[in-house]
């Protein structure tokens, strides 16, 4: 089994490299393998011919995954310019993962460079976070009726968690409504800077896109590094607008509805 593996290892390193079969070979000369001796020629091709045939087949499926995975990213570029892009990202960063879906990981960091930088990098995070959300694992939800009943010297020191499905983003582009455009299939161009705040979770299969205040994200993000009630509502008081804070009920109540929070886990002395 462990020849075995070693076998495929090698393969896969000389089907990825960047340079072709040649220079993986002789980059790989001490594995104890070789292209001659693992594989027959045939009467029209060599086996260095037949295996970079099958390295182009694998590099169009890699572009394939990264194209479902980025359609708005993709829309935004053209086809011709992503293409370009995601053969420079794979050069880079070849499939070293066995699940496909890790493989865009590193895509949105790897567009951040370009000229569009900034736009496209936000677009393609928004995308990432999609697959990230829909491929969370299930967590078990905080149910509005036990928040409800928590004691109200309680809510100061509790610490409302946040699912694994649930991603928070603030973005200088509003890249929601650029994402939204290319489904509905209009036209897109790099849309002029204006802050948005963004909340994705899950309900069953459906990956929800919610936009938020300032305020709102301020409060989840604080919730999300782990601080108390208290602290999260003091951060949340300092960036809102009075009027704002009197619908702190109402937005407890829709979070707990889209099951972003985790059942609360710990009993406070305060509850007792």
Not at 202 to 216: D, F, G, I, M, S
Not at 225 to 252: E, I, M, N, V
Not at 254 to 271: K, M
Request: charged share 20%.
């Amino acid at each position: 089994m462990a020849e075995l593996q070693a076998l495929f290892g090698w393969m896969q390193q000389l089907l990825s490299h960047p340079r072709g079969i040649s220079a993986a070979e002789a980059e790989l000369a001490d594995s104890g393998y070789s292209v001659a001796k693992e594989f027959c020629s045939s009467e029209a091709r060599s086996a260095e011919d037949r295996l970079a045939m099958m390295g182009r087949m694998i590099l169009w499926r890699l572009i394939d995954v990264l194209v479902e995975d980025y359609p708005a990213t993709r829309a935004l570029l053209g086809d011709e310019l992503f293409t370009q892009r995601a053969r420079a990202f794979l050069s880079r960063h070849p499939a070293r993962h066995y699940n496909l879906s890790e493989l865009g990981r590193r895509f949105p960091g790897f567009l951040a460079a370009g000229a569009q930088g900034g736009c496209l990098y936000e677009l393609a995070r928004l995308e990432r976070g999609i697959s990230e959300v829909f491929h969370a694992p299930r967590d078990p939800q905080l149910g509005g009726a036990s928040l409800a009943q928590l004691p109200p010297q309680a809510w100061a020191a509790t610490r409302l968690r946040l699912a694994r499905a649930v991603r928070l983003f603030a973005f200088r582009f509003p890249v929601d409504q650029l994402f939204q455009a290319t489904r509905d299939g209009k036209p897109v161009q790099i849309p002029a800077p204006r802050r948005s705040w963004l909340l994705l979770c899950r309900r069953e299969l459906t990956v929800r896109r919610v936009p938020l205040q300032r305020a709102q994200f301020t409060l989840l993000e604080a919730l999300s590094q782990g601080h108390s009630l208290a602290t999260a509502l003091q951060r949340c008081a300092a960036s809102a607008d009075p009027k704002q804070l009197a619908s702190l009920g109402t937005w407890f109540q829709r979070w707990t509805a889209l099951g972003l929070f985790l059942p609360i886990e710990e009993i406070f002395e305060a509850v007792c």
